[in-house]
């Protein structure tokens, strides 16, 4: 690690001391103290192993033992060999509803953990501990579900590849890794594409194929790690530290007020002059995901000069064209405003994908932007974009909009609507939320 990467690692660990409960020997979620969280409490036992100091030892030591304790052993049920998101979770009972009771993910996320730790830490772990963690991780894969993890679910996919491969069965990790890069070069990108939050898991994923003891695990994951890069590149704008939408899955609109995993992970690859990342001395949005830093020191990404210069570069009136798993994804960035769309989208229950995006510069200094969600077909180009969508759309705002005259005043930012009709909805979280009808079922946007 070069010492701007040891202190992102630093600044993440002491963060995390602050939650540390040496009752329970887990952190509390950041903004909900009234739970222990189970993932993020081993990466910050990864986080105290890293960092090498002896005296933390013993508490990462307790934190992986509460944790191993939390896994559900139940054979044959559909939950069996994940773990709880929280402690305070109840075991799941028969009839468990998948997301709502149970995260099966966890089985992917802890289980790759534990494999890297054992393998690295084996010395400091002892021999008793890390056979109890070779059954844990026996149990995670042995009650993953048959056909449930799919090659199109990318992050979950690259990640039980490679678990796959190294405590499983081989010849299934190698197929579905396979599956996941023929998928990649037919569909024109991850089927999870342009995610600020899934792309860092993708990255996670990727290195721990090139550490792999599968030689064709480490050569597609060197040449789907580049590729993926250079689609980071192609859609990051460093003067707004942002990644350009639109978003199959997104947790915020900026980067800078959010902790996206992508965010970290760039941060780690190219420093402070580039970093996508919230000032972590202040309250920020999506906060447990700072947790995650002692995973890249642990398998850390690579990305060739070409890759890190563009992320470095401030883009001048650079146009995206792309064909993505049936879908045209158009982009448009320039110095001071980037636009996103996607031909065609559809509402999803998640409410985590946004088809439509802006940002720019507000007149403090700060990012502003506007999302739209729903069953709609739009188009960037230029300084406008265009919409199709015969149902009622979702608009989503940095800052109130004040509408007059045909056009809404955003951000400092003025943005003729001819053809919108625009009312305002109840107040959530913070955010600016609207309600959008195309009169005539098509309106251009156009930024001023």
């Given at each position: 690690?070069?010492?701007?990467?040891?202190?992102?690692v630093?600044?993440?660990?002491?963060?995390?001391?602050?939650?540390?409960?040496?009752?329970?020997?887990?952190i509390?979620?950041?903004?909900?103290?009234?739970?222990?969280?189970?993932?993020?409490?081993?990466?910050?036992?990864?986080?105290?192993?890293?960092?090498?100091?002896?005296?933390?030892?013993?508490?990462?030591?307790?934190?992986?033992?509460?944790?191993?304790?939390?896994?559900?052993?139940?054979?044959?049920?559909?939950?069996d060999?994940?773990?709880?998101?929280?402690?305070?979770?109840?075991?799941?009972q028969?009839?468990?509803?998948?997301?709502?009771?149970?995260?099966?993910?966890?089985?992917?996320?802890?289980?790759?953990?534990?494999?890297?730790?054992?393998?690295?830490?084996?010395?400091?772990?002892?021999?008793?501990?890390?056979?109890?963690?070779?059954?844990?991780?026996?149990?995670?894969?042995?009650?993953?579900?048959?056909?449930?993890?799919?090659?199109?679910?990318?992050?979950?996919?690259?990640?039980?590849?490679?678990?796959?491969?190294?405590?499983?069965?081989?010849?299934?990790?190698?197929?579905?890794?396979?599956?996941?890069?023929?998928?990649?070069?037919?569909?024109?990108?991850?089927?999870?594409?342009?995610?600020?939050?899934?792309?860092?898991?993708?990255?996670?994923?990727?290195?721990?194929?090139?550490?792999?003891?599968?030689?064709s695990?480490?050569?597609?994951?060197?040449?789907?790690?580049?590729?993926?890069?250079?689609?980071?590149?192609?859609?990051?704008?460093?003067?707004?530290?942002?990644?350009?939408?639109?978003?199959?899955?997104?947790?915020?609109m900026?980067?800078?007020?959010?902790?996206?995993?992508?965010?970290?992970?760039?941060?780690?690859?190219?420093?402070?002059?580039?970093?996508?990342?919230?000032?972590?001395?202040?309250?920020?949005?999506?906060?447990?995901?700072?947790?995650?830093?002692?995973?890249?020191?642990?398998?850390?990404?690579?990305?060739?000069?070409?890759?890190?210069?563009?992320?470095?570069?401030?883009?001048?009136?650079?146009?995206?064209?792309?064909?993505?798993?049936?879908?045209?994804?158009?982009?448009?960035?320039?110095?001071?405003?980037?636009?996103?769309?996607?031909?065609?989208?559809?509402?999803d229950?998640?409410?985590q994908?946004?088809?439509?995006?802006?940002?720019?510069?507000?007149?403090?200094?700060?990012?502003?932007?506007?999302?739209?969600?729903g069953?709609?077909?739009?188009?960037?180009?230029?300084?406008?974009?265009?919409?199709?969508?015969?149902?009622?759309?979702?608009?989503?705002?940095?800052?109130a909009?004040?509408?007059?005259?045909?056009?809404?005043?955003?951000?400092?930012?003025?943005?003729?609507?001819?053809?919108?009709?625009?009312?305002?909805?109840?107040?959530?979280?913070?955010?600016?939320?609207?309600?959008?009808?195309?009169?005539?079922?098509?309106?251009?946007?156009?930024?001023?």
């Amino acid at each position: 690690m070069r010492g701007s990467q040891g202190a992102i690692v630093a600044s993440s660990v002491a963060w995390m001391d602050t939650f540390f409960d040496s009752a329970a020997n887990l952190i509390r979620y950041p903004g909900d103290t009234g739970r222990h969280a189970v993932r993020e409490s081993l990466w910050y036992a990864a986080g105290l192993l890293v960092q090498r100091r002896d005296a933390a030892a013993p508490r990462a030591l307790r934190a992986i033992d509460a944790v191993l304790s939390l896994q559900f052993d139940r054979p044959c049920a559909v939950w069996d060999g994940t773990w709880p998101r929280a402690r305070q979770e109840p075991q799941p009972q028969e009839g468990a509803v998948i997301w709502r009771d149970y995260d099966p993910n966890w089985r992917q996320f802890i289980g790759c953990l534990l494999g890297v730790l054992v393998c690295d830490y084996a010395d400091v772990l002892g021999t008793s501990r890390c056979d109890r963690i070779r059954e844990s991780i026996d149990r995670a894969v042995r009650g993953e579900p048959a056909e449930r993890i799919v090659a199109s679910y990318s992050n979950i996919a690259l990640m039980h590849a490679w678990l796959l491969c190294e405590y499983g069965d081989r010849s299934s990790g190698e197929r579905l890794a396979a599956q996941v890069e023929r998928l990649y070069g037919e569909e024109g990108g991850l089927h999870e594409f342009n995610s600020p939050t899934y792309y860092g898991v993708d990255l996670w994923g990727l290195a721990l194929w090139r550490r792999s003891t599968s030689a064709s695990l480490v050569e597609a994951g060197t040449r789907l790690e580049a590729a993926l890069w250079r689609d980071v590149a192609t859609f990051y704008h460093v003067g707004m530290r942002n990644l350009c939408g639109p978003y199959d899955r997104a947790y915020g609109m900026d980067m800078t007020r959010y902790a996206s995993l992508l965010g970290l992970w760039t941060w780690w690859a190219c420093g402070d002059d580039v970093r996508p990342f919230p000032d972590v001395t202040r309250p920020f949005d999506h906060a447990h995901d700072f947790c995650a830093a002692p995973l890249i020191a642990l398998a850390p990404p690579t990305l060739g000069d070409e890759e890190r210069i563009a992320l470095s570069t401030l883009p001048i009136d650079r146009v995206v064209t792309r064909r993505v798993a049936h879908r045209t994804i158009t982009a448009t960035l320039r110095p001071d405003l980037m636009l996103g769309a996607v031909d065609r989208a559809s509402t999803d229950a998640a409410g985590q994908v946004i088809p439509v995006t802006a940002h720019w510069i507000d007149v403090d200094g700060t990012v502003a932007w506007l999302g739209i969600r729903g069953e709609l077909s739009a188009r960037a180009s230029d300084a406008h974009i265009e919409l199709r969508g015969d149902t009622e759309l979702r608009l989503q705002c940095s800052s109130a909009a004040t509408v007059s005259n045909g056009a809404w005043n955003v951000g400092g930012r003025r943005i003729e609507t001819g053809g919108v009709e625009i009312r305002e909805l109840p107040e959530q979280k913070g955010r600016f939320r609207y309600a959008l009808k195309l009169r005539s079922g098509e309106a251009v946007l156009r930024f001023a």
